[in-house]
């Protein structure tokens, strides 16, 4: 499952904070800011101003957040902050055993906005539930518009969706590390030009996962005003073999109870060589992330407690949700990224009757015969637009028509099916609109080199998704006019943004 939200994790680095001068030195320097528990220097440019590594909290293993403790003088904030405890993977050649890692970081437009024209603020929820840090998403398209940027990091993995007795609301440490993050926003944004009750949180993959648990966590009420879901999972559930060969069905992609990952927490504490908390939590980073699995196993947000009350697939379901408006789509070819590194990657032609068998029962034949192999032309790709269907467009759809009911919702399909691949994949496939591919259309990546068309149509997402945060709108001057979701989805591609009929295009007549 790690391959599922990695997907701007091709970098590394690493920070340190050092005392300076007094607090108060460097007055009107607009490298400096105070905030609420010292003063910051970043680095300032023409165009931007950057400041990294910020601490906003601190949590004991398995515990809840709190405020990063005050500092005397002025901490360099020119570099990132640690990178929470990971092993990295196959696409993303990085591991972190630091457990002091809830660090963010700040971009603005140049100069500081003035007392009366505060910039709306948009914080940054990466993706995958195991891997990444903020810093990897480079926020200076998106500030360049006009509004603050806040990336963050926050736990992952083990060290996130972990359950065992005696823990206080397990499985929830990760969405408790974003809601305190979302405090240090509220108290300090004033201070970096930034609008505190002007909060949009926006997420790609797991990321939106995670904000679809804000919005029915009680914690997160009155945290943030807007939120943009790209590619996000509330919904889904798993087919039988679907993210990778072999993988059993489950109701739910990544929401179990408290009694689940409880379970799964004896399980490799028995591994791990441990019969209670006291020694768990006395372990070596180094030994927890060698258990076999062990990041991903944990790669899940429990509720039935605090933090999330219900589940949040069904809190939707029942409108119990913060009234928030929402931007939120997918790619058109969500599922094409997975199937591929499952086997293409490897050289392998999957065995597409036996895996639509062994998904659907006595619903195979039907399936089969709507999705034909002739159609798509490999394998792979029939597997592939059978399980995004079934799996993305479905799950999309059904969470932006819930919120609909009581909300605005702007619904999109990111369909540029020559989005460049910046992750390390050199298969000869068709990743087509693959999943997170629109990532370098909002956030610079070197590995991903846009055309002339591809810039033109990353320029019109950065402005919808900034105006979105600015007004709850992300219709503008100059841009395809954006209906409400009620009135269609809006395509994504080059030349061609225009609404169309999303539950036509994939199909979900047949799949209700």
Known sequence: MRILLAIAVLLTGCATSEEGPPAGTGAGDPAV?????????????????????????????????????AWRGVKDATRPGPMCPQVGSDYAD??????????????????????DARRPVMVW?????????????????????????????????????????GLRDPGTYGLQDQQEALRWVRRNAAAFGGDPGNVTVFGVSFGALAIGGQLTSPGAQGLFQR???????????????SMMPGLPAYPSFAWRTGAEVTAMGQYYAEQLGCADLACLRALPVSKILAAPQIM???????????????????????GRFHQVPVLAGATKDEHRIFVGMSYDVRGESPDYPKLVREAFGRKAPSILKRYPVKRYGSPSVAWATVLTDRM????????????????????YEFADRKAPMFLPLEADFDWGAYHAGDLPYLFPEPKAALSAEQRRLSGQMVSYWTNFARTGDPNGRGLPAWPRVES???????????????AAGHDLAFWK
């Open 227 to 241: 939120a943009i879901m790209q590619s996000g999972e509330t919904m889904m559930d798993m087919p039988a073999g």
């Open 125 to 165: 929820i990466h993706g995958d539930g195991a891997v990444g840090a903020g810093h990897f998403s480079d926020a200076r398209r998106l500030a360049a518009e006009g509004v603050v940027v806040v990336t963050v990091n926050y736990r992952l993995g083990v060290f996130s969706g972990f359950g065992y007795p």
């Open 296 to 318: 991903n196993a944990f790669q899940v947000y429990a509720h039935g407690n605090d933090v999330l009350p219900a589940a949040p697939d069904t809190a939707l379901r029942k």
């Open 488 to 502: 269609g989805t809006l395509s994504l591609a080059p030349g061609a943004v225009r609404p169309i009929d999303y």
């Open 33 to 69: 800011v105070r905030t609420d528990a010292g003063t910051v220097r970043g680095t300032t440019t023409g165009t931007y101003r950057l400041y990294q590594g910020i601490r906003y909290g601190t949590a004991a293993r398995w515990e809840t957040p709190r405020p990063a403790p």
């Open 392 to 411: 993305w467009a479905r799950a999309t759809h059904e969470q932006n028509t819930l919120l609909a009911r009581r909300v605005p919702v702007y619904g």
């Open 94 to 115: 990085i591991s972190s055993e630091n457990e002091d890692c809830l660090y963010l970081n700040v971009t603005t437009p140049p100069g500081p906005a003035g007392p």
